[in-house]
């Protein structure tokens, strides 16, 4: 099979570098271009990450002699290549435009950034849980006049490591109703250099600007249903979030609680540690390249999980649960875990891209 070629924006960052570790060797994708902002434009790829290259492996040597070109300039950029994934970081309304414009000019873009999570005609995908999201590309393609583009966009780095459990719970018949998350954000969540290294050594930041919100507000589309034409918000599930800075170079972790709406009718911590550990979705099915083996990882061992440990499970794009017990104030809780530019950034954006493939979108 011919590989797609692909166009990285946002290629010199944090998530940008770590598309590049993970496409390397892809067997549906190549990376055959790289783009940034104008500062790195014209520098091959190598010189224009010298001293900030964070990955643990070297650049691959298919990427290093790319010429880094401006993501601004749509046009040059459309041509050359299948589709993109964008991973920049500037001001939300530019990037609402940009992002656009590459669907205007019949590129895909299988987006990481939160400028579009709002948008009605937007799908905002885990390809576990709202793959039947993908139906709304018709018809932002019909509303904004698109042929072959469209823009895709993936949820917050933290949510991944709560809302497949708490839909797994939700497709079994137990609606939840209340959720309060406490997360413990790693440094590398906010992009290179990121927070002071004198802010956050031996130190907690208890504020992560709009995260909260993020957190709180992002569930409600995923859990959405496409009606005339729009995701629809299921507002039913009331999240209360409190987001944190922690030293933690990679790797997410959630401490949650959960309340059931019928309470006659709540699963048994048995039941849930069962339907968790036999959930199963879409990309599992139709075996992505890079789907986990197992969607949610259920490790009994009680100090578990934690991010050294347990970030790297499946590859990056494993979700890990422990710590399942009753709560005192709602019905349960349980600790969350996920690798924040793995499988909340680019390993998930690749994941949504995959299933885009399988499907026919690109
Ligand atoms: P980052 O490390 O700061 O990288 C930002 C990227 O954007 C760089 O490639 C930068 O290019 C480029 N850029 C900056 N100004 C630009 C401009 N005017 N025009 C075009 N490109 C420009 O940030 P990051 O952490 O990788 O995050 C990138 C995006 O992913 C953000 O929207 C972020 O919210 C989202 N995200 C991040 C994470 C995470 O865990 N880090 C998780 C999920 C989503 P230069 O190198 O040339 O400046």
């Not at 946002?10 to 994708?29: C, D, K, S």
């Not at 999240?239 to 030293?247: K, Q």
Request: glycine share 8%.
């Amino acid at each position: 099979m011919e590989k797609l070629k692909v166009g990285i924006l946002g290629a010199t960052g944090m998530v940008g570098q770590r598309y590049i570790a993970l496409l390397e060797n892809h067997p549906w994708f190549e990376v055959t271009l790289v783009a940034a902002s104008p500062r790195s434009a014209g520098k091959k790829y190598s010189e224009a990450t010298l001293g900030r290259w964070q990955m643990v492996t070297p650049i691959p040597t298919s990427v290093c002699d790319l010429i880094v070109k401006d993501a601004n300039i749509v046009e040059d950029i459309a041509s050359e290549v299948d589709f993109v994934f964008s991973a920049v970081e500037l001001e939300k309304e530019l990037i609402r435009e940009l992002e656009m414009k590459y669907a205007r000019n019949n590129t895909p873009v299988v987006s990481n950034c939160s400028a579009h999570r709002g948008t009605e005609d937007v799908p905002m995908l885990i390809p576990e849980i709202n793959h039947s999201h993908l139906d709304i590309i018709q018809v932002q393609q019909e509303n904004r006049k698109f042929t072959k583009g469209f823009v895709l966009v993936k949820p917050n780095c933290s949510l991944q490591s709560y809302i497949t459990p708490m839909y797994a719970l939700q497709q079994k018949g137990y609606k939840i109703s209340k959720a309060i998350i406490t997360t413990l954000q790693a440094s590398s969540g906010a992009g290179h250099p990121g927070v002071p290294s004198l802010d956050l050594l031996d130190n907690i930041v208890p504020f992560i600007g709009g995260e909260e919100e993020k957190s709180e507000n992002e569930p409600q589309k995923i859990f959405g249903t496409i009606k005339n034409g729009k995701i629809i918000n299921d507002t039913s599930i009331k999240i209360s979030a409190h987001c944190n800075r922690v030293p933690v170079v990679d790797g997410h972790t959630a401490c949650v609680s959960l309340e059931f709406e019928d309470k006659d009718n709540k699963p048994s911590l048995d039941e849930i540690k069962k339907i968790w550990k036999e959930f199963s979705s879409v990309p599992q099915e139709l075996d992505l390249p890079s789907a986990p083996r197992c969607a949610i990882i259920y490790n009994e061992e009680q100090n578990r999980p934690q991010p050294r440990k347990d970030r790297d499970n499946d590859k990056g794009m494993g979700v890990t649960v422990g710590r399942l017990r009753e709560c005192n104030v709602f019905d349960v809780r349980f600790v969350g875990l996920s690798h924040n530019t793995i499988r909340g950034a680019a390993g998930g954006g690749i994941l949504n891209a995959e299933l885009l493939k399988a499907k026919g979108f690109l």
